[in-house]
T-cell receptor
Framework: ETGVTQTPRHLVMGMTNKKSLKCEQH?????MYWYKQSAKKPLELMFV???????ENNSVPSRFSPECPNSSHLFLHLHTLQPEDSALYLC?????????????FGPGTRLTVT | AQSVAQPEDQVNVAEGNPLTVKCTYS??????LFWYVQYPNRGLQFLLK??????LVKGSYGFEAEFNKSQTSFHLKKPSALVSDSALYFC??????????????FGKGTKLSVIP
């Protein structure tokens, strides 16, 4: 499970704060993903990066801002969040973004917005 | 549009008995199907996938899944359940046609409880 790491594991922030989530993959993969996991809802894909270029943005509010400085690191910058943004945020990576490649997930960051 | 249905929110099975977690799907084109497992406070772990070829796919921890094209199903199975198999299981699908989306669609998950 150390292939994809995420920090912090838990985060509590106020609605006016700015914070960042970090993800690092040690698998030599070229694609990275952000997902949101809320209770009793399917995983929601937020962003996809392929070779550091954003290739998919699933109508995510602008208060979430991703950054991918290289193929091993992925950030999610957060600002002026809403209580409904409280969820588990999962990072994943895969060899490439193609349909046949399985994704490897990090442990997630449990975010609580107060 | 692609979709996945996991009709059971929870499945209970006695230790040592066979288990089945159900999944049906809808996609455009050929399906690429995946099963993941999530233990408490952990991320999702890849179990197995169907891309093409044999309809019976074998994966990690003794799990297998059977692809049935006519029934659009991809049920997860294990011959003998262990207490340590208790977790949340997700089926996911992506079709090979459509406009270049990387979206992997997940089901809502099925909680498996193996009773000692």
């Amino acid at each position: 499970e150390t292939g994809v790491t995420q920090t912090p594991r838990h985060l509590v922030m106020g609605m006016t704060n700015k914070k960042s989530l970090k993800c690092e993959q040690h698998l030599g993969h070229n694609a990275m993903y952000w997902y949101k996991q809320s209770a009793k809802k399917p995983l929601e894909l937020m962003f996809v990066y392929s070779l550091e270029e954003r290739v998919e943005n699933n109508s995510v509010p602008s208060r979430f801002s991703p950054e991918c400085p290289n193929s091993s690191h992925l950030f999610l910058h957060l600002h002026t969040l809403q209580p409904e943004d409280s969820a588990l945020y999962l990072c994943a990576s895969s060899q490439a973004p193609g349909v046949s490649y399985e994704q490897y997930f990090g442990p997630g960051t449990r975010l609580t917005v107060t | 549009a692609q979709s996945v249905a996991q009709p059971e929110d929870q499945v209970n099975v006695a230790e040592g008995n066979p288990l089945t977690v159900k999944c049906t799907y809808s996609v455009s084109g050929n399906p690429y199907l995946f099963w993941y497992v999530q233990y408490p406070n952990r991320g999702l772990q890849f179990l197995l996938k169907y891309i093409t070829g044999d309809n019976l796919v074998k994966g990690s921890y003794g799990f297998e899944a059977e692809f049935n094209k006519s029934q659009t199903s991809f049920h997860l199975k294990k011959p003998s359940a262990l207490v340590s198999d208790s977790a949340l299981y997700f089926c996911a699908v992506r079709g090979d046609s459509g406009a270049g989306s990387y979206q992997l669609t997940f089901g809502k998950g099925t909680k498996l409880s193996v009773i000692p």
